[in-house]
C-alpha cells in the first residue's frame, strides 16, 4: 500500500480567506469564577496578518481556541456576545480553521509524514484524490519538499515538526490559520524557517493569519497589524507593527508584560567576579547515554568556583549529555572527570560513583523540562527535599540541620516571591513559577557547581531577569555556572566562558532513541504486502486451535512452520531471535514451573525439597513450554511485517470498528518513543534530586512508583494537548475519509487458508500421533 | 465546596480517546522497563513457579487506571486491552493470546464499574475492579488458555488466587493511588476525575 504522492505539480492550494470578527465577546471555562475573556470587540478583514500579544492571562489562548472551534460547550461554562469567522458564529461554523501550538511533539499525529499531512483533510471528508494532489504542494510551500512520503515524523526535529504540522494545517485548506505561540519551543536555530514557511503560507494561500508569540523580534516586520489584549478584558491596543519599534511608551508596556520587544534585554545587576579553586577537571572527556549510543566530541575543561561555563554547538552534538556527565549523572564514555581534592572530600575523585545524597549537596543538575525533577506535594516541601536528603547522606555535615533547612527554604521562597504558594502543588505553577522552583530547588543543597539545560529556553522576559539575577547571585556567592544555552544574552549577563562542542563523530539514526519502536519501516517482504487483517486472521486460525491441546506434536507443527515462513516477513534467523527472545524465554520458565510443580509420573528425575521432578513432569513441561512458544511465535510474523496504522486503517475501514477510537490509539501509541525517552530521563533528572538507588527495598520501590507517576502526568499532559490537536483537524465529527485505501485480493485469501491448514493440520498431526490431549478434560 | 461536580457523560470525547490511549501507552513503557528486570525478580520464583502470580498483577493495572481515570463506560476494557495490543506488538508476552487475557482482564474490572453505573470510583471499588481483573485473568490462565493444564488441582487454585489477591493491591490500589496523585498536580484538568484527589476514600463525591 503506497500513496502515490502523484507527479510533482506547481505549489498551489487555495483556500478562501475569511474575516473574524468579536463583539462584546466573553467566555468563563468551567469550573472558573472569572472569566478568561470579556466584552472583546475586534474586526479582522479577510486575509490580514495580525500580531495578537498581552500578559499571561489576558485569554489569548482562549480566543484561538474559540476561533478554532474547540471551546467545549457544557452546562458549566459560559459565552457572551458573539465570534465569527466568515460570518459564521463559531460554536456552529463548519469551515476549517488551521490551528499550532507550542509543543511540536503534540503537533503531530500520524507516524508518516503523508499520512499526517493528510490527516486534518481526510477528517473533513476530502475526497483522497484530491487530498493527494494537495500533499506535495503544502510540503513545498513549509520548505519540506524534500522529504519522502514514507519517513517517519518520529524522526524529525521540532522546527521540522512544526512545519509538518504547518503542511496539514495547509492540506485542510483554512480560510484561517491560528498560531499559538509556534516558535516557543524550537530551537533559535529553527526559527526562521518557520517563521519564513508561515508566511508564505500565508502569502500563497491568502488567508487570514494570527499569531501569538512572546518573541515580537521575528513577526514585527512581517505582520500587518498588532492587537494588544488588557488583562481585564477587551483590547488595550491596536496599532501598526511599526510602534513597536518606535512607541517607547507601548514598548515600556509590553517589556514589563514579560514580552521580548526587539533590542530591549531585560535589566539585571552585572557580574564581574574573578573564579576561584578549581573544582572540576575533564580531561578528553567523552560522554554518551549508553555503550551503543552516539559519543561527543572528545572535551578538555576546568571548572572554576564563582565562573561560569556556556556550552554551545548544533543539535545533535551531545550538549545534553556532555552536562549530564559534568553532572556525575552519567559515567565518562572515556577520558576523565575529576573532581579537586577540596571538592570532593572524603569522596572519591570520580563524581559518577558518588552516592545521590552525597552529590547534590556538591554538584545540582537542573534539567530542561522542570516537572521532571519535582517529586513532593507542595513547594515548601520541594525545597526542602535536597537539603534533608543531604542531610541523610552527611548527618554530620552542620549546613544541613533542621533550622538551617527551615530558614534556607524561607529566604528562597522570599527570594522568588513563592511564599503565598507555598503549600501549592508544584505542577499547579505557571511555566515561569516552574522554571524558577526548579532551579532553587536544586540550589537548596547548596552545591558548588550548578549545571543548568536550557535555562532559559521558552521564559518569557520576566523570568529571564528573575533568573539571571538568581544564577549571578550564586556566581557572586562562590558557585560555578556550567549552562547548555543557545542564549547569547544569557551568556553575556552571566560573563560565561564558551564551549563549542563540535559535531560527533559519528550519527546513525539507528542509534538515536532507547527502547521499543512500534512502527520501525518495514523491508519489502512478500508478507509486508499482504491485507494485515488477512495476516491477523491467518495467526488467529493458526494458533487458536493450540489452546485447545497439551501436546508436543501440534505445538512443534507451528513452530517449524513460522520458522520456514521467516523468509516470507523478510527475517532472517538471528533478528528473529531478537525479536522473539523474551517468547522463548517466557515458554522456557513456564515449562520448568510445570516441570516442578506439575503432576508426578513415572521415574523421578530429581528431588528438590518438598517438590520431585519426574519424567511425566518433565514431559508435561516440554509440553508446556512449546505449546506457549507455538502460541506466541507466529505473531512475530506478523508484527515484523505489518505496520500498526496499516492494520488500524484495515481494522477501521474492512472491519468497521469506529475510527474514533483506532486513530486516537494509534496517535496514543505514536508517544511511546517520546515517553520511553522520558522515563529514561526521568530516572537520571530524579537521580540529580537525590532519588535513586539508595535505601531500603520499599524506599526504592517507593521512588519506582514515583517515577511511573511521574511519566503517567507526562503521558496525560501530551495525550491532552494532542487531543487538542485532533479536534482542530476535525477529528471525530463526522464521516472522514482515508488515502490509504485497503484492498483484499487473491493473495491475502490464499494467506488465510495458509494459516487454517496450518492450524487444523497441526492438530491432525497430533491426534494421529495419540499425543492430542485436550486441556478441559 | 460545590455539590455538584461534574456531571457524568456517557459518550467519548476526543480528550478521553487520547488520554485514555497515551494511559495504556505509558503502560506500554512501564511494562517494557518492568520485563527489564522482570528475569530478576522471576528467579525468586523458581523455587515454586506459581507464586509468580503474585506480580501477576503487574500487567492488569491499565483496567482499573483508565476506568478511575475516564470514568466513561468501557474505560477499563479499553485501557487493558490496548495495552495488551501494545505489548504483543512489542513482542513482549504472549502471542495473539495476550489479546484475549487483555481482553478478558479488562472485562473483570470493566463488570465492577458498571455494577457501580459508573458514578463511584471509591477505594473499595477500585480494590474489587482490581480483584475481579486478577480473578478474571488468573482463571482464564488456569482454567480456559490452560497454560499450567499440568499443574495439580490446588497449583492451578493457587494461582487464581494469589493473581486475585495481586490484581487487588497491583491493580486496585495503586491505580487509586496515582488517580489521586495525577489529580493533585492539575493533569487531569480536562476530564471528569481532576477532583479525584478532594474524593473520600470511602464515600467518593457526593451527588
Not at chain 1, 537539603?387 to 533550622?403: G, L, V
Not at chain 1, 486472521?537 to 501436546?551: F, G, I, K
Amino acid at each position: 500500500m503506497s500513496a502515490g504522492l502523484g507527479e510533482q505539480r506547481p505549489a498551489t492550494v487555495h483556500t478562501q480567506a475569511v474575516a473574524v470578527s468579536a463583539e462584546d465577546f466573553g467566555w468563563r471555562h468551567a469550573e472558573r469564577e472569572r472569566p478568561a475573556l470579556q466584552g472583546l470587540n475586534l474586526s479582522i478583514p479577510a486575509g490580514q496578518k495580525v500580531l495578537l500579544l498581552g500578559p499571561s492571562g489576558a485569554g489569548k489562548s482562549t480566543l484561538l481556541y474559540a476561533l478554532a472551534g474547540i471551546l467545549e460547550v457544557d452546562e458549566l461554562s459560559e459565552a457572551s456576545g458573539a465570534l465569527r469567522v466568515g460570518g459564521q458564529d463559531v460554536f456552529t461554523a463548519k469551515q476549517p480553521v488551521g490551528l499550532m501550538q507550542q509543543d511540536p511533539e503534540t503537533q503531530i499525529v500520524q507516524s508518516r509524514v503523508v499520512d499526517d499531512v493528510a490527516f486534518g483533510a481526510e477528517n473533513l471528508g476530502v475526497d483522497p484524490e484530491l487530498i493527494r494532489e494537495r500533499i506535495t504542494p503544502a510540503l513545498q510551500a513549509v520548505g519540506l519538499g524534500a522529504l519522502d512520503g514514507e519517513h517517519r515524523t518520529a524522526h524529525l526535529s521540532g522546527g521540522q515538526k512544526q512545519r509538518l504540522a504547518l503542511a496539514g494545517i495547509l492540506a485542510m485548506e483554512p480560510g484561517l490559520m491560528l498560531l499559538d505561540e509556534p516558535t516557543a519551543n524550537i530551537d533559535p536555530e529553527g526559527v526562521p524557517a518557520l517563521r519564513d514557511a508561515v508566511l508564505s503560507a500565508a502569502e500563497s494561500t491568502g488567508a487570514t493569519l494570527i499569531v501569538v508569540e512572546h518573541r515580537l523580534e521575528a513577526w514585527a516586520d512581517a505582520v500587518d497589524r498588532v492587537v494588544v489584549l488588557a488583562p481585564g478584558g477587551g483590547v488595550a491596543h491596536d496599532v501598526d507593527p511599526q510602534a513597536l519599534f518606535t512607541d517607547r511608551q507601548l514598548r515600556a508596556e509590553l517589556s514589563a508584560a514579560g514580552l521580548w520587544v526587539p533590542g530591549i534585554v531585560p535589566e539585571t545587576t552585572v557580574f564581574a567576579g574573578t573564579p576561584g579553586a578549581e573544582l572540576l577537571h575533564a580531561q578528553d572527556l567523552v560522554a554518551a547515554r549508553s555503550a551503543r549510543a552516539p559519543k561527543t566530541a572528545a572535551v578538555d575543561l576546568k571548572i572554576r568556583a564563582g565562573a561560569a561555563y556556556c556550552i554551545r554547538g548544533a543539535n545533535g552534538a551531545g550538549k545534553s549529555t556532555l552536562a549530564l556527565t559534568l553532572g556525575g549523572l552519567l559515567e565518562p564514555s572515556s577520558g576523565t572527570l575529576r573532581a579537586s581534592e577540596d571538592f570532593a572530600g572524603e569522596l572519591s575523585e570520580q563524581p559518577f560513583s558518588w552516592k545521590a545524597g552525597k552529590l547534590i549537596a556538591r554538584i545540582g543538575t537542573v534539567f530542561q523540562e522542570p516537572e521532571h525533577q519535582f517529586v513532593t506535594q507542595s513547594v515548601r516541601e520541594e525545597l526542602e527535599f535536597a537539603p534533608r536528603r543531604a542531610h541523610a547522606a552527611d548527618p554530620a555535615a552542620p549546613a544541613f540541620d533542621e533550622e538551617r533547612i527551615a530558614a534556607r527554604v524561607d529566604q528562597l521562597l522570599r527570594r522568588l516571591r513563592l511564599e503565598d504558594l507555598a503549600e501549592a502543588n508544584p505542577f499547579t505553577l505557571s511555566g515561569g513559577e516552574k522554571r524558577r522552583l526548579s532551579v532553587a530547588t536544586v540550589l537548596a543543597a547548596d552545591p558548588q557547581v550548578l549545571i543548568l539545560d536550557e535555562p532559559t529556553f521558552g521564559q518569557d522576559a520576566n523570568t529571564w531577569r528573575e533568573l539571571v539575577q538568581l544564577l549571578i547571585e550564586a556566581l557572586e556567592a562562590g558557585t560555578a555556572v556550567i549552562a547548555v544555552t543557545h542564549d547569547e544574552q544569557f551568556s553575556a549577563a552571566l560573563a560565561a566562558q564558551e564551549l563549542q562542542l563540535p559535531a560527533p563523530r559519528e550519527t546513525s539514526e539507528a542509534t538515536r532513541r532507547p527502547g521499543p519502536m512500534l512502527d520501525a519501516p518495514l523491508g519489502e517482504s512478500w508478507l509486508a504486502g499482504i491485507n494485515p487483517l488477512a495476516k491477523l486472521a491467518a495467526v488467529a486460525a493458526a494458533t487458536l486451535p493450540l489452546v485447545s491441546t497439551m501436546d508436543w506434536v501440534s505445538a512443534s507443527v507451528i513452530i517449524v512452520a513460522t520458522l520456514v515462513a521467516l523468509p516470507l516477513a523478510g527475517l532472517r534467523l538471528l533478528s528473529f531471535l531478537r525479536r522473539a527472545w523474551p517468547l522463548l524465554a517466557a515458554g522456557a520458565v513456564a515449562g520448568w514451573g510445570v516441570a516442578l510443580v506439575g503432576e508426578d509420573a513415572g521415574r523421578i528425575l530429581l528431588h528438590l525439597g518438598v517438590f520431585t521432578v519426574t519424567e511425566g513432569s518433565v514431559a508435561a513441561g516440554a509440553a508446556t513450554g512449546l505449546r506457549a512458544i507455538g502460541l506466541a511465535i507466529p505473531m512475530v510474523l506478523l508484527v515484523a511485517s505489518t505496520n500498526p496504522s496499516d492494520l488500524g486503517g484495515a481494522l477501521s475501514q474492512q472491519l468497521r470498528v469506529p475510527h474514533r477510537f483506532v486513530l486516537g490509539a494509534l496517535a496514543g501509541m505514536r508517544l511511546l518513543g517520546l515517553l520511553t525517552e522520558e522515563f529514561t530521563t526521568l530516572a537520571l533528572a530524579r537521580r540529580a534530586r537525590g532519588v535513586g538507588n539508595f535505601g531500603s527495598p520499599l524506599q526504592r520501590l517507593r521512588a519506582q512508583l514515583g517515577q511511573c507517576l511521574a511519566l503517567l502526568v507526562q503521558a496525560v499532559r501530551r495525550a491532552s494537548r494532542l487531543a487538542v490537536t485532533m479536534e482542530a483537524k476535525g477529528f471525530g465529527t463526522g464521516e472522514r475519509t482515508w488515502i490509504r485505501s485497503v484492498h483484499f485480493g487473491l493473495r491475502d485469501l490464499l494467506v488465510i487458508v495458509a494459516g487454517v491448514v496450518l492450524g487444523a493440520g497441526a492438530i491432525a498431526a497430533a491426534l494421529g500421533a495419540g499425543t492430542f490431549h485436550l486441556v478441559w478434560s | 465546596m460545590s455539590t455538584s461536580a461534574i456531571k457524568p457523560r456517557a459518550s467519548w470525547r476526543v480528550v478521553d480517546i487520547v488520554i485514555a490511549s497515551a494511559i495504556a501507552v505509558a503502560s506500554g513503557v512501564v511494562f517494557w522497563a518492568w520485563n527489564a528486570s522482570y528475569g530478576f525478580v522471576s528467579l525468586g520464583f523458581v523455587a515454586f513457579p506459581p507464586a509468580a502470580a503474585f506480580v501477576s498483577g503487574m500487567w492488569l493495572f491499565p483496567a482499573a487506571l483508565g476506568a478511575l481515570i475516564i470514568r466513561k463506560p468501557g474505560a477499563a476494557l479499553y485501557c487493558e486491552l490496548l495495552a495488551a495490543i501494545i505489548s504483543a506488538l512489542l513482542g513482549s508476552q504472549w502471542g495473539l493470546t495476550v489479546l484475549l487475557s487483555g481482553l478478558v482482564q479488562g472485562l473483570g474490572a470493566e463488570v465492577v464499574f458498571a455494577a457501580v453505573r459508573y458514578r463511584k470510583f471509591t477505594l473499595p471499588v477500585a480494590l474489587l475492579a482490581g480483584l475481579m481483573s486478577g480473578f478474571f485473568g488468573g482463571f482464564t490462565e488456569a482454567y480456559v488458555l490452560a497454560y499450567y493444564e499440568a499443574y495439580t488441582p490446588f497449583m492451578k487454585f493457587f494461582h487464581v488466587l494469589a493473581m486475585s489477591i495481586s490484581g487487588m493491591i497491583i491493580a486496585g490500589l495503586l491505580p487509586w493511588l496515582a488517580t489521586r496523585g495525577l489529580a493533585r498536580t492539575g493533569a487531569l484538568g480536562a476530564l471528569a476525575s481532576r477532583r479525584a484527589h478532594l474524593e473520600g476514600a470511602w464515600r467518593g463525591q457526593s451527588r
